[in-house]
């Protein structure tokens, strides 16, 4: 493992166990067993840190949420299916210290232009669902409209599991969301959209 490795993942932890709101550089650095000028010459600046921290905590400690996207782009199941495990794997209640570390960067990066790259990242999460909706039949631009607004919905109702720790209302919700969202992209898909 090499310094940088080692300090990221140093990070990620201490993110993870603390969060960002108060974060400092000078603080993070002395909670890793590092120095400001050393984690600025890995890394940059704060921001680009926290940003690949964010991204080291979900590859590493949450590859189940990491990777649920990907399974659905390349997935062969019925749409509404798919979805749904999509879904479960993103509201495990064992994601739940990944939601509140992402909707804690989240809110820091849209007042601070350091975290613009990260911030294009997050736009992008659509991205698996938009090729999975153009290979089900609907047009590049249903796709991107429809992706748009399933990641909106789920967002949401993330932040309302935080809120609540109500799985079961919360489950009752998106499936009903989900059923309505799957019967209007069967009118704008191809064959292979069946429940």
Not at 11 to 21: D, M, R, W, Y
Not at 93 to 102: D, G, K, N, S, V
Not at 164 to 169: C, E, K, L, N, Q
Request: aromatic residues 8%.
């Amino acid at each position: 493992m090499t310094e940088r490795d080692r300090l990221l993942h140093l990070v990620a932890e201490h993110v993870l166990a603390h969060g960002v709101t108060t974060l400092t550089l000078r603080g993070l650095s002395r909670a890793v067993g590092s120095n400001n000028r050393m984690l600025l010459y890995y890394f940059g600046s704060k921001e680009r840190l926290v940003g690949e921290a964010l991204q080291a905590v979900a590859r590493d400690v949450f590859p189940g949420f990491e990777n649920a996207w990907t399974e659905f782009e390349n997935g062969t199941g019925p749409l509404e299916a798919d979805l749904r495990q999509v879904w479960e794997r993103i509201a495990d209640p064992a994601h739940l210290p990944f939601l509140r570390l992402f909707f804690e960067v989240f809110g820091q990066a849209t007042a601070h232009p350091g975290y613009s790259g990260l911030l294009g990242d997050i736009a992008s999460w659509h991205r698996p669902a938009v090729a999975r909706f153009v290979r089900e039949g609907m047009t590049p631009a249903t796709a991107e409209d429809l992706a748009t607004e399933l990641t909106a919905l789920w967002r949401g109702l993330q932040m309302t599991l935080i809120l609540t720790g109500d799985h079961v209302a919360v489950g009752r919700v998106q499936a009903r969301s989900l059923e309505a969202f799957c019967a209007r992209t069967r009118t704008h898909a191809g064959v292979g959209t069946g429940t």
